[in-house]
């Protein structure tokens, strides 16, 4: 069974760092690109970053470029979004997805989300 | 940049038919694809690449597109499917996924 599962959102301040994790588990992780989305309260989704299965490619919406950086660690099975210099509009549950391919491609699995709070 | 517009709200009687529009300037060139969300659940896969239903969805559920606007279409209606329904394109001039607005599903 596929299963996505975020972890490491919490309330921090505004400027601050924080990292966040997705364990992957029911599929061979390194074939499959992946995905950041973010749900800002009573919000709509919002893409924030994909990653090709292989590392090479990686894609960021306006929004976070140069202030958050996906990654990935094929050996650990592992998605990272290490966010840096964050503001209160970046408040939102993030979700991890998998996608259906290696490179671009809608996301079939999700998980269940962590939330990320910022304040000052 | 790509945006994609849908109708915040759409309510429809049980066993009607709902029609949500997602529309953008010759989306029919592009593969849409669709999410249902339930409150306080993660989204799902409804519809890929314009109108393939992911198994486990329901045949009463499906899409089309073309021109400018992609239609998810859901008959016999339920009250199950109160949620929020969102579209999404990858715009490969840019680089980026797209989501719409969202709408959301009221059954009466």
């Known amino acids: 069974e596929v299963q996505v599962l975020e972890s490491g959102g919490r309330l921090v301040q505004t400027g601050g760092s924080l990292r966040l994790s997705c364990a992957a588990s029911?599929?061979?992780?390194?074939?499959?690109?992946m995905n950041w989305v973010r749900q800002a309260p009573g919000k709509g989704l919002e893409w924030v970053a994909s990653i090709s299965g292989t590392d090479v490619n990686t894609y960021y919406a306006d929004s976070v470029e140069g202030r958050f950086t996906i990654s990935r660690d094929n050996s650990k099975n592992t998605l990272y979004l290490q966010m840096d210099s964050l503001r209160t509009e970046d408040t939102a549950v993030y979700f991890c997805?998998?996608?259906?391919?290696?490179?671009?491609?809608?996301?079939?699995?999700w998980g269940q989300g962590t939330l990320v709070t910022v304040s000052s | 940049s790509y945006v994609l517009t849908q109708p915040p709200s759409v309510s429809v009687a049980p066993g009607k038919t709902a029609r949500i529009s997602c529309k953008e300037d010759n989306i029919g060139d592009k593969g849409v694809h669709w999410y249902q969300q339930k409150p306080g659940q993660a989204p799902i896969l409804l519809i890929s690449?314009?109108?393939d239903r992911p198994s486990g969805i329901p045949d009463r559920i499906s899409g089309s597109n073309s021109g400018n606007t992609a239609t998810l279409t859901i008959s016999r209606v339920e009250a199950g499917d109160e949620a929020d329904y969102y579209c999404?394109?990858?715009?490969?001039?840019?680089?980026?996924?797209?989501f719409g607005g969202g709408t959301k599903l009221t059954v009466l």
């Open positions: 029911g599929f061979t992780f390194s074939n499959f690109a």
């Open positions: 690449y314009d109108s």
């Open positions: 999404q394109v990858w715009d490969s001039t840019t680089d980026h996924w797209v």
């Open positions: 997805a998998k996608s259906r391919r290696m490179d671009v491609s809608l996301f079939d699995y």
